[in-house]
């Protein structure tokens, strides 16, 4: 199937609606089919109080996006024979080597039993017992009181991988799904591996292979002035899921480029600590899409983006947030995978590879129709607007 060129002119409308109801301060939408661009757009503000426009060359912050970037990091190194996924993480952070988890219906964090540590296959695919601070539950509340977040003033990476092994896993690992900071200790894990800094793993393994000149975990000088807002519609913390107030301004301004800790970070975080250009990250999806482009081989490609659960996430008993729907929908290394677009209730194929972030960016492969898709944009939470499930209703309207 080919994409109908007048059909994706719905997704210019689309957009404009998203803008004019404020909604979105300003977006852009990348497709390319068969490596070759299909759809571009770019509309409304990366700056609302300076008036300035969200382009192609906008410098995003892209959080849990970064998610499989870190996962394809470290199948480098299981490439080399270097680590294998089911080996325990205390082999590489010994803070972890003694784990206890929470009981069921535990009801304060001493009420705990000793558990198997977890491995790195279980940290990837958020089956290993951690969690997140926005999350529900005993872990999550203490991860908040603690700011166990990797932000990018969070300390080091080192730091707070420590502080997290100190406190108990939300579960035993293994026992179900639940959206976490894993990928963000895998990072550490890396660091640990190859005697190197997370971002001069990336650079060399996988930005500079790949032309991707404009991703990094920082703002360079040159890009500061690109830098785009972020925005969210809550009274409260745009981070802070459990209380979703809805303010009186639909883009109430939470960061930008005069005082973004993105300028000068000191956590290197695996799990969202990226930021970029909309044509960067389509680098590195079609890189991924094309089966590993040299990066990994296609085997190991093809292996990422299998599904490595049991059944979908939701038959896992998740009670997370996640960046995706949990119904007819698996997770590999590093990404969601389609195993019943019915089930999920999104138009796509069975086999489309995905993840989003917190400020709204989205990305999917879809292997059958030779489709990348990238949006991007930055409001917090993503939660927020459905918009990530109506761009995949208009794509495959445009399949013809």
């Given amino acids: 199937m080919t994409l109908d060129r007048a059909r994706l002119e719905r997704i210019r409308d689309w957009a404009e609606g998203y ?4 909604r979105f301060a300003g977006m852009s939408v990348l497709i ?3 490596g070759r661009e299909a759809f571009f757009d770019a509309r409304g503000l990366r700056d609302v109080e300076g008036g300035r426009p969200f382009e192609r060359d906008t410098v995003a912050r892209i959080y849990s996006m970064t998610k499989p970037v870190t996962s394809l990091a470290l199948m480098t190194l299981v490439e080399e024979g270097r680590l294998h996924l089911d080996a325990p993480v205390s082999r590489f952070l010994p803070g972890f080597d003694a784990p206890h988890a929470l009981i069921s219906g535990a009801a304060h964090l001493g009420q705990t039993e000793p558990c198997a540590v977890p491995t790195l296959h279980q940290l990837l695919t958020h089956c290993s017992g951690l969690s997140y601070a926005f999350n529900t539950g005993l872990v999550p509340q203490e991860m908040a009181e603690r700011e166990l977040t990797f932000a990018p003033r969070a300390g080091t990476l080192a730091q707070t991988c420590h502080a997290l092994a100190e406190l108990p896993l939300a579960f035993a690992p293994g026992a179900r799904w639940e959206y976490s900071v894993g990928i963000d200790v895998i990072g550490r894990v890396i660091e ?3 005697g190197q800094s997370l971002a001069d793993v990336f650079q060399a393994r996988i930005f500079d292979p790949l032309g991707m000149t404009e991703t990094g975990f920082f703002v360079a000088k040159e890009q500061i002035d690109r830098f785009s807002s972020l925005y969210t519609p809550l009274a409260g913390d745009a ?3 459990n209380a979703a107030v809805t303010g009186d301004d639909s883009l109430r301004l939470v960061d930008d480029a005069t005082g973004t800790p993105f300028a000068n970070p000191t956590c290197l975080s695996g799990g969202g600590g990226l930021v970029g ?5 389509a680098r590195f999806a079609e890189a991924m899409r ?3 482009q040299g990066i990994v081989s296609r085997s190991t490609a093809r292996f990422m983006m299998q599904n490595h659960l049991a059944s979908d996430i939701a038959s896992l008993g998740p009670s997370s947030f996640a960046e995706q729907p949990m119904r007819g929908v698996g997770f590999g290394i590093g990404g969601a995978v389609v195993l019943d677009a019915a089930r999920s209730g999104v138009p796509g194929s069975v086999g489309d590879f995905s993840w989003g972030g917190m400020a709204s960016t989205f990305f999917w492969i879809d292997p059958l129709h030779a489709l990348t898709t990238v949006l991007f944009t930055q409001l917090s939470p ?7 499930a109506e761009l995949k209703a208009l794509v495959h309207g445009a399949l013809m």
């Fill in 192 to 194: 640990v591996v190859t």
């Fill in 32 to 34: 390319l089919q068969e």
């Fill in 239 to 241: 981070m802070d899921l």
């Fill in 290 to 292: 094309k089966g590993g």
């Fill in 19 to 22: 803008i004019a109801e404020r």
């Fill in 382 to 388: 993503s939660s927020a607007t459905l918009a990530r």
């Fill in 277 to 281: 250009t909309i044509d960067d990250y």
